[in-house]
Nanobody
Framework: VQLVESGGGLVQAGGSLRLSCTSS????????MGWFRRAPGKEREFVAS????????NYADSVKGRFTISRDNPKNTVYLQMNNLKPDDTAVYYC????????????????WGQGAQVTVSS
């Protein structure tokens, strides 16, 4: 599978960005999707996930109330709307798929994209 992220960039604190991730998988409709991020000097961490239908979502505590994950199955695309961005959100953001379909944070994600850089200035 190929996952291609887009939509990253430089934004001031308090601003918004929307990331997109388009999948080449022919089974996208049965796969949960997740967003992760890796900040400089830190390990990769879970950000958000959505089940294969798009009705169940999970979020890291650090982004709850600010980020929203959604998906458009006919377009094979998952989105991450990021509002009220903070400098601590600066990271490379990756999408990945969970073939079990559940989209839980600890699921076996694979097919990692190349990442999208998000930089939030104070």
């Amino acid at each position: 599978v190929q996952l291609v992220e887009s939509g990253g960039g430089l934004v001031q604190a308090g601003g918004s960005l929307r990331l997109s991730c388009t999948s080449s998988s022919s089974a996208f409709n049965s796969e949960a999707m997740g967003w992760f991020r890796r900040a400089p000097g830190k390990e990769r961490e879970f950000v958000a996930s959505v089940d294969f239908i798009g009705t169940k979502t999970n979020y890291a505590d650090s982004v709850k109330g600010r980020f929203t994950i959604s998906r458009d199955n006919p377009k094979n695309t998952v989105y991450l709307q990021m509002n009220n961005l903070k400098p601590d959100d600066t990271a490379v953001y990756y999408c990945a798929r969970d073939r079990t379909g559940g989209g839980f944070p600890g699921a076996p994600y694979d097919g990692w994209g190349q990442g999208a850089q998000v930089t939030v200035s104070s």
